[in-house]
Nanobody, 114 residues
Framework: VQLQASGGGLVQAGGSLRLSCAAS????????MGWYRQAPGKQRELVAT???????TYADSVKGRFTISRDNANNTMYLQMNSLKSEDTAVYYC?????????WGQGTQVTVSS
């Protein structure tokens, strides 16, 4: 499985961005996809998850501002990020889990200027 993350960039505080994560290859049994982020000097943290048959989940810090979704036909996951804050600045990574494997995308930089 290969993951291609895109959509990052530089945005002013209060602005919006939409991240995409396209999965390709042997994606035969989706179980879980999620967005994580890592700011400089900090540990990678969970942002949002989408699970087959389960509810979407969000970190408290992004609830009400971020929305995770998935296009099943295209095996693509999205993260709509609104009302961005400077503390959202980080490299965002997507993760894909299916039976037999855990896969990570290459990361996309999100920079929010205050």
């Amino acid at each position: 499985v290969q993951l291609q993350a895109s959509g990052g960039g530089l945005v002013q505080a209060g602005g919006s961005l939409r991240l995409s994560c396209a999965a390709s290859g042997s994606t035969y049994s989706f179980n879980y996809m999620g967005w994580y982020r890592q700011a400089p000097g900090k540990q990678r943290e969970l942002v949002a998850t989408i699970t087959r048959g389960g509810p979407n989940t969000y970190a408290d810090s992004v609830k009400g501002r971020f929305t995770i979704s998935r296009d099943n036909a295209n095996n693509t996951m999205y993260l709509q990020m609104n009302s961005l804050k400077s503390e959202d600045t980080a490299v965002y990574y997507c993760k894909y889990v299916q039976y037999g494997g855990v896969y990570w995308g290459q990361g996309t930089q999100v920079t929010v200027s205050s």
